[in-house]
């Protein structure tokens, strides 16, 4: 039995304000993804780094939803979901989501599926999804959806990654060249 080690550089007195919690977390390497819908005729989205999938049977993908986001409680009335997981190259679709909410879609192509779900043209995947499940955590909101269809890109483009507050690209080298990682998922 291994004893546990203890962490050869102690945290910081200071670990547990807001501040340096933020600048951990910013640590966390994510994918930029645009989760939007259709409310009343209109396209609502927001851009989202803690989007996932969770499962394949059901087939579901999530994010985490801000509650103090006022974009948010919009895009939860909408009847289906759409989820674009954005490409490197893309910067200029992640900046049209800080403009106010109606003015997001004005310079962008998309289309709008049977479902309500809207779908940027030229993401990297994009999910066609229904509302699965809705779990308050904290002070977000977790949020299931149920995919029904999706559309992909060539595999040549890569995603835009979100990291240390900043869009970046990924550097697709292997650090081992061996498929272990890859096998993991068809087990
Ligand atoms: C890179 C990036 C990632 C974000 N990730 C999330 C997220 O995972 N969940 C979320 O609720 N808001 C996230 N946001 C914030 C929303 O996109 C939006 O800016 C926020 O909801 C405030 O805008 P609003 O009040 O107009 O809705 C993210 C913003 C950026 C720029």
Not at 109 to 124: F, H
Not at 126 to 142: N, S
């Amino acid at each position: 039995m291994g004893v546990p080690k203890l962490l050869s550089t102690p945290p910081p007195a200071d670990a547990m304000t807001p501040g340096a919690l933020w600048r951990a977390f910013r640590r966390i390497p994510a994918g930029v993804t645009v989760a939007a819908t259709t409310v009343d005729d209109r396209s609502v989205g927001m851009v989202v780094s803690s989007f996932t999938f969770v499962s394949m049977d059901p087939p579901l993908v999530g994010f985490f939803g801000d509650d103090r986001s006022t974009t948010f409680p919009a895009f939860l009335e909408g009847h289906g979901w759409g989820f674009s997981v954005l490409a490197q190259g893309e910067e200029e679709v992640a900046d049209a989501f800080r403009r106010p909410v109606e003015e997001r879609f004005a310079d962008l192509s998309y289309s709008v599926q049977s479902s309500g779900a809207v779908l940027l043209d030229d993401a990297l995947i994009g999910f066609d999804t229904a509302p699965h499940q809705v779990v308050p955590t904290g002070d977000h909101r977790l949020v299931l959806a149920e995919v029904s269809n999706y559309v992909m890109r060539p595999r040549c483009d890569r995603p835009m990654i979100y990291y240390e507050g900043r869009l970046s690209r990924l550097d697709q080298r292997p650090l081992i060249d061996d498929d272990h990682w890859d096998r993991f998922w068809d087990e």
